[in-house]
Structure formats: structure tokens, C-alpha cells
């Protein structure tokens, strides 16, 4: 099992490394979607496949063909992808990400791995069945709010989607 | 698990894998005849008695073609484009129950590959992630017409897996289970779920219709405006691949259908069967192999439904296609989940 969850973790760590290293950003996308793929692996392994189908269907099934659909859109040229980063862009860039290594190490150094009890764990909590029950009792207030901000959200993508009167259609 | 639990399911698993290609190849006959049928043709009948080498003709004719990149196709995504598409199409086989459980020498052997009880979410994530062959490869092709058959299949398949989740979600308040051997098993006898679900029946058969990319919804790959949308530059097996796929698309679809709608694998007057033999185990048996069979009929006559409409319907027009998916069969899939939820609590109060 352990070596499973190497295996998983490394080739996580390596899918999210080339998402960003990619050139082409199809390929980027191809690549998030396995790392979501690697992400609902974890999500077995840990026995909550509600989790991890509802990871496959909600990011992989929608938003990275959304994702994919726009870029395909903007069909980024050539000529763009070959411009030249200017020197200050990339010591200003080093500056920022040895900032954020350093407040990672500083965040990480005193954090500690939580333990569990493996008398009284229940090996079923990541089940449709407890996760309904626990999110309908006692987590009820956050789940309907998380909730109306969703309905927010499309209200708000309708409204800026909305043609105006005398607006053309195309 | 045992070693011989494991090599059957290894055996079960390769089955299920040959007969999905199987139907999927004899699905491309059959599409050609009922074709000729109802155009009043022949159809093919030159290889083969009544031409049922025909399948292995054209593959043979597939395989043997030259295998054609353009130049400026994007060369990897061109090739795992036909790929995702086959492996996606033949994954989701895996949670039907095909069948219910067979006792060999008192083993109960259960006819499904994997049991897992969120089997219809895991339909469901496969089926969304079906279009992802039909993008890259229309992407990578490199051709305007090909861009915009993809582009097509990604909002089409979008837009309708909506209304087949709600639709989905009917069912699943009424069986109270994601597990589709549960679903299956509730349905026993003649208590099929199309009896309480006939709106919900309706919405889904539609959406899997837009799902599989089917005519009146085969707005993808519409040769009159596309040539040929996303597999335009597409040619010998690959090409071959691609169409693989939507009929093992539509096998699949079919299976889900009578899975959730049209009882599975249960048949009328099954428990007088049962009953009317008096070994236990014998009945058992007999009783899951007419199953079985009853399983693939219901299949087979909902693969001959998606051909006849094929043939029957002309192609919806693609604002058409957007205003049926958006303003019409979602407001009726939540309209069904509310009558569904109303009559439940009712029952409960009723009775």
C-alpha cells in the first residue's frame, strides 16, 4: 500500500511539475487532467471513492474541458510563445519563488504529521452513505451556504452573459 | 481475495472486454442493414453468407491503409487522440451487471466485474470524460473543420450531461443506492424502474443519444457542413478507432439504460421459475443464464432503437441542439426530480 502511494505522490508531484514547465498549453491541460487522475487515486487509496468519482466527473468531466474548449479558442501563435523574457522578469521571478520556498520551509519546519487512532477509526467514513449523513447534520449551515454562493455565481455569470435590449445576436 | 476469485475475474474481465468489441464490430453490420432495410437496399452481402464477413473486411481494409500525419497536426495528441477515445469507451463496462450470481460447485460466482457502490458515478465520470478523444484529436488535427467538430462535441457533451445527471438523480432518490447491482437487484421480477420513471427515462435515452454523438445529435461529425468534424484528417485505423468507439459508446449506453431503466438482468414470472425447480442450485443457476440472455436482448433491442432513429430522423440545427439541451430537457429533469421526491414523501404519509 505504502509503495502505491509513492508511486501515486511522485507521479503527482511529476504531472503538476510539467503543467507548468510545458510550453504548449494543451499539453499543460493534458497534463492537470492526469494530475486530477493521480489526486482521485489518492482519494481511493484512502477509501473515499465518492470523492474521488465526484473529483473525476467536477474537474476532469467539466472544468478542464471548459478549460480546454477556451484554449483551443485562443489558439495562442507562434510568435508569442518564443517571446523572449527580459532579464529583470526572471530575477524578480527567482526573488519571488525563493521568497515563497523560504516561508514554505519556515511553515513546514514546526508542523506536525497528525496521528490517528487506529482502535477507533472508521474505515467507512469516505463512504457516499456517512459523507451524505455528516454533511446534511452536522455541517449543514456551511453545505447550504456553500450552496447559495454557487446559485450567486450563475446569477452573476447570467447577468454578465445577458444580452442587452438592442444588442446583435452575433 | 483468493487466487481463484482472482483468475476468474481476470476471465470474467477478458469476456466482457471481447464481447463489447465483438457487438461493437458486428454493431457496423448491422448499422449497414437495418440501413439497407429501411432504404429499401440490400446492404452488404458480397463477403461472407449474407455478408457477415463484412466487419472483418473492413478492418482488415483499416489496418492495411496507409497511416497519414499532416504536417502541421500536432503529432503526438493525433495519435493518442483515437486512443483516449477506445480506452475511455471500453472502461465503463466494468460496473454493469450483466448478470446476477451463478453457483459453481458452491462458489457464488457474481456476474460483474468490479462491485463498487458508487457505480453509477463511476458511469457517470467516464461518460464525461469520453469527449476529451474526440478534442484532442480534432485539435491536433490542425484543420479549421476539425477545431470546430471538436469544439461542437465539448459544449454538446457538456450541456447535456447535466440533464442526464439530473435525470440520473430521480432514479437514484427512488432506489436510495449509487451501486448498480443494487439498483439491478431491486428491480426484480417486473418492477422495472421505467414504470415510475418514464419522464426521467425520456431525458436520459435523449441525453445519451447527445452523449454518443448520435444522429439527430451527430452535430460533431456532421459531413454536410464538417466534411467530417473532428476525424476529417483522420484516415485508416485511426479513423477506424474513432468509429470503434461510438459504437462501443452506444453498447455501453445501452447497457446503462436497461441497467437503470429496464431491470437489468430481472424478467417477468422469474421467481415462478425459480420456483418450479426443485434443486436450489440448479434454479439459481438457470434462472441467472436466462438473465443474462434477457440482459443482452434488452441491449440489443435498444442498439437496433439508436440505429432505426439514425436512419429515421434528419440532424437537429446546432442553436436547435443548445435550446432542446438548455431550456428544455434541464427544467424537465428538475421538474422530475421534484415529482419524484413529492411522490416519495407521499407514499410515506399514504400508506
Redesign the interface.
Known amino acids: 500500500m505504502e509503495n502505491v502511494f509513492y508511486f501515486l505522490a511522485s507521479l503527482t508531484l511529476l504531472c503538476a511539475l510539467m503543467v507548468v514547465i510545458s510550453k504548449n498549453p494543451v499539453h499543460s491541460i493534458i497534463f492537470l487532467i492526469i494530475t486530477f487522475f493521480t489526486i482521485s487515486g489518492h482519494y481511493i487509496l484512502l477509501n473515499a471513492q465518492f470523492l474521488a468519482a465526484v473529483n473525476i466527473i467536477v474537474y476532469a468531466g467539466a472544468i478542464m474541458v471548459l478549460f480546454l474548449f477556451v484554449i483551443m479558442f485562443l489558439s495562442i501563435s507562434k510568435n508569442e510563445r518564443d517571446h523572449k523574457t527580459s532579464t529583470i522578469t526572471k530575477i524578480t521571478g527567482t526573488i519571488a519563488g525563493g521568497l515563497l520556498f523560504i516561508v514554505m520551509i519556515a511553515a513546514l519546519k514546526d508542523a506536525e504529521v497528525g496521528s490517528y487512532n487506529a482502535e477507533n477509526f472508521d474505515s467507512q467514513i469516505g463512504m457516499v452513505e456517512n459523507l451524505g449523513k455528516v454533511l446534511f447534520t452536522k455541517y449543514l449551515l456551511p453545505f447550504e451556504i456553500v450552496s447559495v454562493l454557487f446559485l450567486v455565481a450563475m446569477v452573476g455569470a447570467v447577468m454578465l452573459g445577458k444580452k442587452e435590449v438592442g444588442d446583435r445576436h452575433f | 481475495m483468493e487466487s481463484v476469485d482472482l483468475i476468474y475475474k481476470a476471465i470474467y474481465i477478458l469476456v466482457i472486454f471481447g464481447i463489447t468489441l465483438l457487438i461493437a464490430t458486428y454493431s457496423t453490420y448491422f448499422e449497414r442493414k437495418i440501413a439497407a432495410f429501411i432504404q429499401d437496399r440490400v446492404g452488404p452481402n458480397r463477403a461472407g453468407p449474407a455478408g457477415l464477413l463484412q466487419p472483418l473486411a473492413d478492418a482488415g481494409k483499416l489496418f492495411f491503409k496507409e497511416d497519414f500525419i499532416p504536417t502541421n497536426a500536432?503529432k503526438a495528441?493525433f495519435i493518442i487522440g483515437p486512443g483516449i477515445a477506445m480506452l475511455v469507451a471500453t472502461m465503463s463496462s466494468a460496473v454493469i451487471p450483466f448478470g446476477d450470481t451463478l453457483i459453481v460447485g458452491g462458489r457464488e460466482i457474481a456476474l460483474q466485474a468490479i462491485n463498487?457502490?458508487?457505480g453509477v458515478?463511476?458511469v457517470?465520470?467516464v461518460v464525461?470524460?469520453g469527449?476529451?478523444g474526440l478534442?484532442?484529436g480534432g485539435?491536433a488535427s490542425n484543420n479549421k473543420f476539425s477545431?470546430l467538430g471538436?469544439?461542437r462535441a465539448?459544449?454538446q457533451?457538456?450541456s447535456y450531461?447535466l440533464a442526464m445527471g439530473l435525470s440520473l438523480i430521480a432514479v437514484l432518490m427512488m432506489t436510495g443506492s449509487?451501486s448498480l447491482r443494487e439498483i439491478a437487484e431491486q428491480q426484480a421480477g417486473f418492477n422495472w424502474n421505467i414504470w415510475y420513471q418514464p419522464l426521467g427515462f425520456l431525458i436520459f435515452l435523449v441525453c445519451a443519444f447527445a452523449e454518443c454523438n448520435r444522429t439527430p445529435f451527430d452535430l460533431p461529425e456532421s459531413e454536410a457542413e464538417l466534411i467530417g468534424g473532428y476525424h476529417t484528417e483522420y484516415g485508416s485505423m485511426k479513423l477506424g478507432m474513432y468509429l470503434f468507439a461510438e459504437y462501443i459508446n452506444i453498447f455501453v449506453a445501452s447497457a446503462v439504460m436497461s441497467t437503470l431503466y429496464f431491470g437489468a438482468y430481472n424478467f417477468p414470472f422469474m421467481e415462478n421459475l425459480r420456483a418450479a425447480i426443485s434443486d436450489p442450485v440448479l434454479a439459481n443457476n438457470v434462472v441467472t443464464l436466462i438473465g443474462v440472455v434477457v440482459m443482452f436482448t434488452k441491449i440489443f433491442l435498444f442498439i437496433f432503437f439508436f440505429m432505426w432513429v439514425r436512419w429515421t430522423l434528419p440532424r437537429f440545427r446546432y442553436d436547435q441542439l443548445m435550446k432542446l439541451g438548455w431550456n428544455i430537457l434541464i427544467p424537465l429533469a428538475i421538474l422530475n426530480v421534484i415529482l419524484t421526491g413529492a411522490a416519495i414523501l407521499l407514499k410515506e404519509h399514504l400508506f
Do not use: C, D, K, T
Open positions: 500536432n495528441l463498487v457502490n458508487i458515478l463511476y457517470f465520470g464525461s470524460l469527449v476529451y478534442m484532442i485539435w477545431l471538436a469544439i465539448a459544449s457533451n457538456i450531461e449509487l
